[in-house]
């Protein structure tokens, strides 16, 4: 076991972890943020993905540990006071949402993509995402949101 | 339940409407059961199978036993239950004998997660292997083993299945119409062809996951992530033996389905957990690799089809012969063979038709329902075939389908009436063509060929499905007044990310004349509180629910205006209402409000009348039939979807290489509820359908150990797969029966994309496919005519990647 302590959506949390505890465990199982969910544990399917000190990563693939001092961004922290990321809206209007499972992940990793390229082509998108499994949309509509909070232009915000 | 408002009538029917489900979704709020834990949860692991078939010598648990925090171990030999959909043919956990790579042979629930994976680790399993029968032809050989050698023993649905004992067989579906003998002599062709495709995973983001609490008196409480809460509960009732009462079974947010979480899964073995940890709650949650081997997949299918044309194109005959693998049990597989055999020859008329469709026993992960429920898969072979006869006879193959659509006046392989309002297949095929220009090269594409030194072709299939259910088929509604006067509805049909949760607000809107936001449907399906649904499966949500929906309107409706009739001493025929409030047509001051009358009408005095409100909706399917078990007669179909898919590919003829540039999906959906969702089902199904078609498939060597059980070895389409440009149509002819004309359209946008890209590769290239997945490498090996090689993957003998067979003409 050891301490660790790390930032997430702006709350500090110090706790013990075993050595061997994954970052996604940790968020799941210790801290109760279940928003970010488990599709493989293998970092093949992106549904854990989460920003770490500014960077899409996949959770499953980064232990606790590793994370000590670290500053995250979860799904849990993606809308402010109540209202939805401009980016959230555009997947609700957009209906980029079905089952909902590989949402969380694919909000985190569109939030990374549009921050570091604020007016992705539809291509650059398509790159952004690629490393994200949605076994339901067909992805369409997902692009489409995406492409329009980046015409927003607030949606990293 | 067709009500014939004009479209600019109505206020949310067909209108852009929210998904009341993304919000929670999107801020990570949805709460799924792997997202649950219970206090003093324990958490499980299972023993696999690495064999296809072994004996079970002996299984010792005492070193796992003896670890700390190990609470419950079970085997198979201390449970005596057996499960079954439609032939009652699994054991909890593998007993005496493994048939299946993958099958459970032994669980362990423990205080953590990893210390139930170290108990798993420490059961030792002495197996003696034993030879495999792997292919389903192979499985039907006289000399073949068994793999249930008690099959005479188990019990079935006898209306619908005929196992047949001392053989592999676990069904075979018979379809009779017409004389196919005397058919074929008057034919001027007859075409014969083999077609296969290899048994694949749905892979629903979130694996399969239960958490049970086998309470005290045998009070049973599942968590899980099932598609079907009713019959969930029913199966599991039905193998332990136990009352419905006693068994409660709650699905809240599910995270995909297709189909594999249609029926009963992990559950049972959950219980016994559970039961034998002195009824601690117990969570499995199947890890990746399970999910593609302990758990169901879809079906292999090896399809034979001989097709008889008459001198003018007409295609007077056709024999269909399915071999559906089954894998080790008959699971949904016994059932897509049926709802197959009926439906195998597509939206053609045909008058003369021998089906004979055997569900067949392998030592395979089993099959199960998977999105189109068989016809993606029988699809593939279908409208290939159509190519090949259209080309055979000198026919263009547009104009050959077109001159078979069934119509207004032609029968269905079952002897079912085709009417004008049963859908217009016809329609979607022409709209298809001309949505991706087919027959010609636009000059765009004229230049991107010259441009690029590959080849563009494109192709129009069509296709059909009804839904496959009981004759019986039922659900309810209910819908419960707030005090504010807004309403909740509560039903068991689960919206797994379909959408069809926000339909049904749409229609309840609707037909309440309220807002959306004033129509709350309830997530979390409860078998204790929510009312009796069959199950989520076969595209039969939104008409069946639907129609319950505008039932339970209405009953709100009325039961709202008797009291408000009494209340406004006032005659019932002469109220009227709008979203907030009931009043008197000709006095519309004389007035009460539905907050007023939600839970009973108070006179200024005190005294009462009414009650809280409810309304309640029943809807059953009407007039189906069984089917004849020597002929296939009957009426199976509730209603038909028909559709069309035309795809544009460009390839490489050297490489085999290819782009899919465009796919557009047309069905004929009655009509369109929510345009956003049909899209969404469209396109998502279509990818679904391209995954099946490009790259998607189980390959096992040659002792049937699957070797592709992950991610990184079966490879679902990404949104780099994605074509170029996607459209989704939608036609509307309305469905009489349908709510405000709808039909379901959830499976369909999978059925046609995969003989959609065959023919257009074929069109591009004359490559001749017969297997798909299509990969790059087998469209060079057909452009070759070259046989598969000996490597990692090919080796396999039964999974993917075999040549053309001989095309076979027979002598006219």
């Known amino acids: 076991m050891r301490e660790i302590t790390l930032t997430i959506n702006g709350e500090s949390y110090t706790r013990e972890v075993h050595e061997h505890r ?53 799904i849990e922290g993606a809308a402010k006071d109540g209202t939805l990321s401009a980016l959230q809206s555009a997947f609700h209007e957009h209906h980029a949402v079905q089952c909902g499972f590989c949402t969380p992940g694919m909000v985190m990793s569109a939030t990374d993509l549009l921050r570091r390229n604020p007016n992705p082509s539809r291509d650059e998108i398509i790159d952004g995402i690629e490393g994200n499994f949605c076994r339901c949309t067909g992805y369409e509509q997902i692009i489409e949101a995406i492409l329009a909070a980046s015409k927003e232009g607030k949606s990293h915000a | 339940m067709l009500e014939a408002i004009p479209a600019d009538q109505l206020k949310h029917v067909g209108k852009k409407t929210d998904r009341i489900d993304s919000k929670a979704k999107l801020t990570g709020q949805a709460t799924y059961v792997s997202d649950m834990t219970l206090p003093g949860m324990l958490y499980a692991r299972v023993l696999t199978s690495p064999h296809a078939r072994a004996r079970i010598v002996s299984i010792d648990t005492a070193k796992a036993e003896a670890i700390p925090g190990v609470r419950a171990i079970v085997v198979g030999d201390e449970l005596d239950y057996r499960l079954g959909l439609y032939v009652v043919d699994k054991a909890i956990l593998a007993k005496g004998e493994v048939r299946h790579y993958g099958e459970a042979v032994a669980a362990v629930a423990a205080d953590t997660l990893e210390i139930a994976e170290q108990g798993v680790e420490a059961i030792e399993v002495v197996y003696e292997e034993l030879e495999p029968v792997l292919h389903p032809l192979k499985a039907l050989e006289a000399d073949a083993p068994l793999v249930h050698p008690d099959l005479s023993d188990y019990s079935y649905m006898e209306a619908a299945f005929t196992p047949q004992p001392g053989t592999n067989v676990a069904n075979h579906t018979k379809l009779r119409k017409g004389d196919t003998a005397k058919a074929f002599e008057e034919c001027e062709w007859i075409i014969e062809r083999r077609y296969t495709n290899p048994s694949v995973q749905h892979v629903p983001m979130e694996t399969h996951v239960a958490i049970v609490q086998w309470g005290h008196d045998d009070e049973v409480t599942i968590w899980s992530s099932a598609q079907s809460p009713f019959t969930l509960r029913n199966l599991f009732c039905t193998a332990f033996g136990m009352s419905h009462q006693k068994v409660r079974v709650i699905v809240p947010y599910v995270g995909g389905g297709f189909g594999g979480k249609a029926g009963i899964g992990i559950e049972p073995l959950v219980a016994v957990l559970s039961r034998k940890a002195g009824g601690r709650a117990v969570k499995l ?50 059932n897509v063979t049926r709802a197959s055999g009926y439906s195998a020859g597509g939206p053609y008329d045909i008058p003369n038709a021998k089906v004979d469709a055997y569900t067949i026993y392998t030592n395979k992960p089993f099959g199960t329902a ?168 076969a595209s039969k949500g939104l008409l069946l629910s639907g129609n319950a929906a505008i039932l339970a309107a209405e009953d709100l409706l009325k039961n709202a205006h008797e009291v408000a009739a009494q209340a406004l001493r006032a005659q019932a025929v002469d109220l009227a209402h709008d979203n907030e409030k009931i009043f008197v047509r000709h006095h519309p001051e004389s007035a009460v409000t539905f907050a007023q009358l939600a839970i009973g009408y108070a006179f200024p005095n005190g005294n009462s009348i009414g009650g809280p409100l409810v309304g309640v909706g029943r809807y059953i399917a009407q007039g189906l039939t069984h089917l004849d078990k020597e002929t296939g007669q009957g009426l199976p ?36 509820i929510n345009p956003d969702e049909v899209r969404g089902q469209a396109i998502g199904g279509m990818l679904q359908g391209l995954g099946t078609a490009t790259c998607e498939g189980y390959i ?90 000996d490597n990692w993957i090919t080796k396999s003998p039964y999974g993917s990647c075999r040549s053309a067979p001989e095309i076979i003409k027979h002598d006219c």
């Open chain 2, 700 to 789: 096992y060597n040659e002792q049937g150990r699957l070797l592709n059980p992950s991610f990184t070895d079966n490879k679902i389409p990404t949104a780099r797969d994605l074509p170029l440009e996607v459209d989704a149509i939608a036609i509307e002819t309305p469905q009489i029966d349908g709510p405000y004309g709808a039909r379901g359209v959830g499976e369909h946008s999978m059925i046609g994309v995969a003989a959609a890209l065959g023919n257009a590769i074929q069109h591009a290239t004359k490559a001749e496919l017969t297997h798909m997945p299509i990969r790059y490498e087998d469209v060079w090996r057909a452009l070759q005519k070259r046989e598969p090689v």
């Open chain 2, 285 to 334: 949650t199947a890890t990746r690799e399970q999910e593609f081997s302990l758990l169901p997949c879809r079906s292999q299918l090896t399809y034979n089809i001989k097709t008889g044309i008459r001198e003018d194109g007409r295609i007077l005959a056709q024999e269909l012969t399915m071999y559906w693998d089954s894998g080790a049990y008959a699971d949904y597989a016994v």
């Open chain 1, 22 to 74: 994954t970052l996604l465990h940790f968020l799941r199982d210790d801290l109760g943020l279940t928003g970010t969910k488990e599709g493989c544990g293998a970092g093949e399917c992106g549904a854990c993905t989460i920003i770490m000190n500014g960077a899409a990563v996949n959770s499953c693939l980064v232990l606790a540990a590793e994370a000590n001092g670290s500053v995250l961004e979860t």
């Open chain 2, 637 to 672: 179909a509730i209603d038909w979807t028909y559709g069309a898919h035309g795809l544009t590919v460009e390839v490489d003829r050297e490489t085999g290489e290819y782009n899919v540039l465009k796919v557009v999906s047309v069905f004929d959906v009655g009509k369109v």
């Open chain 2, 370 to 537: 998977y999105r189109g429920f068989g016809h993606v898969e029988f699809f593939w072979g279908l409208e290939r075939h159509m190519d090949l006869v259209a080309e055979a006879i000198g026919m263009e193959p547009l104009e050959f389908r077109l001159k078979n659509t069934l119509g207004p006046g032609s029968t269905t392989l079952t002897g079912e009436k085709i009417t004008a309002n049963t859908g217009n297949i016809t329609k979607c095929l022409q709209t298809a063509a001309e949505a991706i220009g087919y027959r010609k090269l636009t000059s765009k594409e004229k230049a991107r060929e010259k441009e690029t030194g590959l080849k563009i072709g494109k192709a129009v299939v069509g296709l059909h499905k009804a839904p496959a259910m009981p004759p019986f088929t039922a659900t309810t509604v209910i819908l419960k007044m707030n005090e504010d006067g807004s309403v909740t509805a509560n039903l068991s049909l689960v919206d797994y990310g379909q959408g069809t949760y926000t339909a049904v607000q749409q229609i309840v809107a609707e037909r309440l004349g309220f807002d959306v936001s004033q129509v709350k449907v309830a997530f979390e399906s409860d078998t204790d509180r929510d009312p009796y649904d069959w199950q989520t499966v």
